[in-house]
């Protein structure tokens, strides 16, 4: 009997050793599965991390100006949100982040040149919480209680503890600062006295004259949008041999036109109709009549377009920039208008594109709107012409023998003579002017 006894006793001590081992292996391994997970975390961002270089931006750029970082490391983005902008010769280029994630380092910095495939910045993708988050309320506990008993001038916040009483021994012992600085101020007291004023000198410096006004000077570094313009119009100026013809044009009909039909435009197509169109749909008809006007020069030949693709000058705050309406020809009035306000609206936003301004064989300019009377525009090579329009003035003239008033617009085209002839320029616009001045010969010659 004692035998089985002390078997069962040491098979029973057995079994709860091993089950004890086993509870400290399984917490263990909780553990170590915690570690595991966090490192497993760590290493998988690593090698998720991701740098985003300079994107390619067109055939003939090569490098830009780095204007800003609109994103700060260890901001979250979503996907293709704009995290920085380059500035080139031609547009502004933006730079999207390729997913979401989370800005880890910068690698350039702002006013920095930087080329086409260069490192720009790294960041770690992953979703992104867009849920901002939520302020945390006072507890309970930590608010204000107020006897409502009491008077609001002697009410006391409760939730406060109290300032400790002091012990009587602090009351009992003086301040041995206090003593210093009675003290002190009987020191001072007795010891200050006036200083003796100095002797003025017999010498006076010369008082300095004043200058009326401001004479501050500001340096500002060029964009590299206004250097290409300077170094494109200087170029136009060197290589085209311009020459300018001006012409008057009488624009009663046009403005009748425009008064009768602009609120069933604006209601039927949502488009304001200008006077752009007008001279857009009579300068590509001039143009078909007088096709070395839509030509262009290259090399030792000269090439001859059968469309006409029109640049629009926009004024923008960055400098002029000249989208292009492709093949102008083909449409109508209503067409033209909403082509322009669109370029128009993607110029003032910088949204722009090169395609939207690459090419172009004809382009008009209105200063008009700036108020201007006369001007010589300048030619955009390769093309041979520009036409400049102006501010509309009520002049007197001569009609049937009578002195009447109408509205007069001056129109200026500025030509390349080696290309166009003074006849053929003359003749292109005397035909603009006549299509203005009775726009029903468009539907004739359409």
């Not at 989370?102 to 790294?122: H, K, M, P, S, Y």
Request: charged share 30%.
């Amino acid at each position: 009997m004692l035998s089985r006894r002390l078997i069962f006793i040491a098979r029973g001590r057995a079994l709860a050793a091993s089950r004890a081992d086993a509870a400290t292996m399984s917490k263990g391994w909780k553990v170590a599965s915690a570690y595991t997970q966090r490192a497993k975390f760590h290493s998988t961002n690593l090698l998720k991390a991701e740098t985003v270089k300079v994107p390619q931006m067109a055939e003939s750029i090569s490098e830009g100006t780095l204007k800003s970082w609109l994103k700060q490391p260890g901001d979250t983005v979503q996907a293709d949100e704009e995290v920085a902008t380059i500035e080139t010769d031609k547009i502004d280029v933006s730079v999207n982040a390729p997913a979401a994630g989370r800005i880890t380092e910068l690698l350039a910095n702002e006013e920095d040149t930087v080329a086409v495939g260069q490192d720009l910045f790294r960041f770690e993708p992953g979703a992104v919480d867009e849920a901002a988050p939520k302020e945390q309320k006072p507890s309970e506990g930590a608010k204000e209680t107020k006897d409502p008993s009491e008077p609001k001038d002697q009410q006391v916040d409760k939730s406060t503890p109290p300032p400790p009483s002091p012990s009587p021994e602090q009351i009992r012992k003086p301040d041995p600062a206090g003593v210093q600085e009675g003290t002190a101020k009987k020191e001072v007291k007795e010891t200050s006295k006036p200083a003796p004023a100095p002797k003025e000198s017999k010498e006076q410096p010369a008082p300095t004259p004043r200058v009326p006004g401001s004479r501050n000077e500001t340096r500002v570094k060029m964009s590299r949008m206004r250097l290409r313009i300077a170094e494109r119009l200087k170029e136009s100026q060197n290589a085209a041999a311009s020459l300018t013809t001006f012409n008057e044009i009488d624009m009663s009909s046009v403005m009748e036109m425009r008064k009768k039909y602009k609120d069933e435009v604006l209601k039927e197509h949502d488009v304001k109709l200008g006077y752009m169109s007008a001279f857009a749909k009579a300068c590509c008809l001039a143009l078909k009549e007088i096709p070395a006007a839509n030509a262009s020069i290259e090399g030792d030949e000269i090439v001859y377009r059968d469309y006409v693709d029109l640049s629009v000058a926009v004024a923008t705050p960055k400098g002029l920039v000249t989208p292009v309406v492709r093949n102008a020809e083909t449409m109508n009035f209503v067409e033209i208008e909403k082509e322009i306000a669109a370029l128009g609206k993607k110029a003032r936003d910088g949204k722009l594109t090169l395609e939207d301004m690459a090419g172009g064989t004809f382009t008009i300019s209105n200063g008009g709107v700036f108020g201007s009377l006369y001007g010589t525009p300048i030619i955009n090579l390769p093309q041979s012409a520009v036409l400049g329009m102006h501010a509309i003035k009520d002049r007197p003239v001569v009609v049937n023998g009578q002195i009447v008033i109408r509205p007069i617009m001056v129109v200026a085209l500025t030509y390349d003579h080696r290309l166009l002839d003074g006849r053929e320029a003359v003749t292109f616009l005397v035909k603009v002017r006549d299509y203005l001045e009775d726009p029903r010969k468009m539907l004739l010659s359409a």
